[in-house]
């Protein structure tokens, strides 16, 4: 019998013949229960394990579920467009690390779909108008994935390390807060295009602005 450990890819999990604790049929009841959900538990509790499994379910890729409680569950198996943020696996102490990430998304998924942005909104907004032109031209509500949402704040938190913001000197603190809220309110402004919303983390920042505009 071969465990998963440190293992954070389903498929891999399933096609390689790891254990796996079939809990699909409470994936299918938070799937159809309900749209937009926080997920905050500690590093090693399977978070990153379950985004993996929620984006292959939203692809539709049915095989990897066979003989699992999710099968005989789910009648229609539709494939949805997923966008997965993870912010694992980033050092967020180096100035404009969380930046170059958001960037380096919104960009690559707008060449994906062939959107033509406009360069003069915030990337925040560009993943907004992205969100609506995928749902228009495929006819699918969009499914979002964000692993770890907390780590830029995590990282930087009390260190009193700054950046350069257009000459200015900031916190790196404060500047990756706000790059987050601009991110973080596309789904409130994107509500009618999404299907799905997953962010999971490990902490709840309940006195911070993050999600002032993503209630």
């Known amino acids: ?11 891999k999990v ?16 938070l799937v159809k229960g309900g749209s937009i959900y926080f997920l905050s538990r500690p590093r090693r509790f399977g978070k990153s394990l379950l985004v993996s499994t929620l984006e292959y379910y939203f692809k539709g ?5 066979k003989g699992l409680a999710i099968d005989a569950l789910e009648k229609d198996w539709e494939s949805y467009p997923v966008f997965h943020v993870d912010f694992n696996g980033t050092n967020f102490t180096e100035a404009g690390a969380l930046q170059g990430i958001v960037k380096g998304l919104v960009e690559s998924w707008e060449k994906q779909y062939g959107f033509q942005p406009n360069t003069d909104y915030t990337y ?3 993943f907004c108008e992205l969100l609506a032109h995928v749902h228009n031209t495929t006819g699918k509500r ?3 994935l964000i692993d770890e949402y907390d780590k830029p704040l995590l990282d930087v938190m009390d260190t009193g390390l700054k950046v350069k913001v257009n000459g200015e000197e900031r916190l790196i603190e404060d500047y990756n807060r706000s790059i987050l809220k601009g991110f973080y309110s596309t789904f409130k402004a994107a509500d ?17 602005s993050v999600f002032s505009g993503f209630n």
């Not at 019998?1 to 498929?11: E, L, N, R, S, T």
């Not at 399933?14 to 009841?29: G, N, S, V």
């Not at 890729?61 to 579920?65: A, G, H, N, V, Y």
């Not at 009618?192 to 911070?208: C, I, P, R």
């Open 124 to 126: 925040g907004q560009r």
């Open 1 to 11: 019998m071969k465990f998963p450990i440190g293992i954070q890819d389903f498929k």
């Open 142 to 144: 969009c499914v979002v």
């Open 61 to 65: 890729e049915r095989e990897l579920f």
């Open 192 to 208: 009618a295009h999404l299907q799905f919303v997953l962010l999971t983390g490990v902490t709840k920042f309940s006195q911070v």
């Open 14 to 29: 399933i096609t390689e013949d790891y254990l796996y604790i079939d809990k699909t049929a409470l994936i299918y009841q």
